[in-house]
């Protein structure tokens, strides 16, 4: 998981991004754009940073014992620059201002801290509806809200439809390239047609030939021998 030491996701360097995208494209065979992945990290990211939030920092404690509060595997920088982040008044009022958020939210993303490329086998193609299906369900894979299954069966139309224009492309593609191949041999039949009466005609022409010869050879013959029966006198 990236630095939790920034005050938001916009503020994190997107070499961190581009690394965090690189590890899961790495991975999984993605259909969906590197921003979209971005987005789902950047929820993601701050899932993860929220249940640190809740779980290791406590409110009712001194500064001083919050920072000593540190979670496991995690960076004592990192967590230190958070806890004086989320300890100071700018940290407070973006708390309010995202708890407002949250309660006026439709529909809310339960991926949590474990990143969504997990959800799936390695290898697998993820697209956007599997994606958003994923990351908006309850523990027993109900969705959320009624406004997550009216998204859910819109996105599932569109899919369908984008589907079946795919299918008819496909389709109208197989049947142009049948038509081009048909074409093709119609044309190749008459030029083999073609050339096979002009071979015909050739041998009809050097028959005739051979003829006309032999038939002036044999009256050639003929003159010779009526000469001959005919001395001069």
């Not at 991004?17 to 754009?33: C, D």
């Not at 997990?118 to 809200?145: A, P």
């Not at 069966?153 to 369908?160: H, N, V």
């Amino acid at each position: 998981m990236s630095s939790i030491n920034y005050e938001s996701w916009h503020q994190m360097l997107d070499s961190n991004k581009n690394q965090a995208l690189g590890n899961i494209k790495e991975r999984f065979a993605l259909e969906v754009s590197d921003n979209y992945v971005k987005k789902a990290l950047g929820k993601n990211w701050r899932d993860h940073k929220s249940t640190l939030k809740k779980e290791y920092f406590k409110k009712n404690i001194s500064l001083k014992e919050k920072l000593r509060n540190l979670p496991p595997k995690m960076l004592r920088y990192q967590w230190e620059d958070a806890v004086r982040f989320w300890n100071s008044k700018k940290g407070e009022d973006r708390e309010r201002v995202g708890t407002s958020s949250w309660q006026k939210q439709k529909f809310t993303h339960t991926a949590g801290s474990k990143s969504f490329a997990c959800e799936q086998s390695s290898g697998q193609k993820v697209g956007r509806l599997q994606l958003f299906d994923i990351t908006h369900r309850k523990k027993d894979r109900s969705l959320m809200t009624s406004e997550a299954v009216e998204i859910m069966m819109a996105q599932m139309q569109a899919s369908t439809v984008e589907q079946i224009a795919q299918l008819k492309t496909e389709v109208a593609s197989r049947e142009a390239e049948v038509q081009r191949k048909y074409e093709e041999l119609q044309l190749q039949l008459k030029v083999e047609a073609v050339a096979r009466e002009a071979e015909a005609a050739a041998r009809e022409a050097e028959q005739s030939r051979k003829y006309d010869a032999l038939q002036l050879q044999l009256q050639n013959m003929m003159k010779m021998f009526q000469q001959s029966q005919n001395p001069p006198s």
